[in-house]
T-cell receptor, first 111, second 118 residues
Framework: AQSVAQPEDQVNVAEGNPLTVKCTYS??????LFWYVQYPNRGLQFLLK??????LVKGSYGFEAEFNKSQTSFHLKKPSALVSDSALYFC?????????FGTGTRLLVSP | DTGVSQDPRHKITKRGQNVTFRCDPI?????LYWYRQTLGQGPEFLTY????????KSRLLSDRFSAERPKGSFSTLEIQRTEQGDSAMYLC????????????????FGPGTRLTVT
């Protein structure tokens, strides 16, 4: 069965510093990987996806993610964090017709 | 706003009552999904529709839960005889389905309906 793991419950970073939110996956076959962000009392907003092609995927709000097949990872990155990036981030993998989500990582960006 | 909409945003009900939620997907999307999210967890898949056909249901979807999408547009999720364990955020999502590329499409989520069962 398809699954993802987000090993960090929370990531703290100072504004202006680079950030990384980690995700590893387990799939049979080719992975279709996604990152979503969730603000308080809101639904999920799509950030980016990896389907095939370049291992570095660029998405919304300056976020990017690096797909690494040998390490089965799909880490979310941003070169310079903003306080407004503070939110809950979910990694997901396509499992047949549905998305299978990780448990989420809370990102806190301090001023 | 042409995104996914859900109604109501919040619902408080007493244990044993029935509740119904509505989801209006993005108009050109023919796939519609329901997920449930509890505190501290990621969303968990409940069921999905392609047009009006319900094609997959999770084991999470007990016989107290029923979902419909009668005309392939909006969908309803009903929970009968609610229990305190049903308290959660219920999320709806939609996506287009393009032959041969459906797996690559992201899903667009609505704001969710937060259910509290007292």
């Amino acid at each position: 069965a398809q699954s993802v793991a987000q090993p960090e419950d929370q990531v703290n970073v100072a504004e202006g510093n680079p950030l990384t939110v980690k995700c590893t996956y387990s799939v049979s076959g080719n992975p279709y990987l996604f990152w979503y962000v969730q603000y308080p009392n809101r639904g999920l907003q799509f950030l980016l996806k990896y389907i095939t092609g370049d291992n570095l995927v660029k998405g919304s709000y300056g976020f990017e993610a690096e797909f690494n097949k040998s390490q089965t990872s799909f880490h979310l990155k941003k070169p310079s964090a903003l306080v407004s990036d503070s939110a809950l981030y979910f990694c997901a993998v396509r499992g047949f017709q549905k998305l299978v989500f990780g448990t989420g990582t809370r990102l806190l960006v301090s001023p | 706003d042409t995104g996914v909409s859900q109604d109501p945003r919040h619902k408080i009900t007493k244990r044993g009552q029935n509740v119904t939620f509505r989801c209006d997907p993005i108009s050109e999307h023919n796939r519609l999904y329901w997920y449930r999210q509890t505190l501290g967890q990621g969303p968990e898949f409940l069921t999905y529709f392609q047009n009006e056909a319900q094609l997959e249901k999770s084991r999470l979807l007990s016989d107290r839960f029923s979902a419909e999408r009668p005309k392939g547009s909006f969908s309803t999720l009903e929970i009968q005889r609610t229990e305190q364990g049903d308290s959660a955020m219920y999320l709806c999502a939609s996506s287009p389905a393009t032959s041969g590329r459906a797996l690559g499409h992201e899903q667009y989520f609505g704001p969710g309906t937060r259910l509290t069962v007292t």
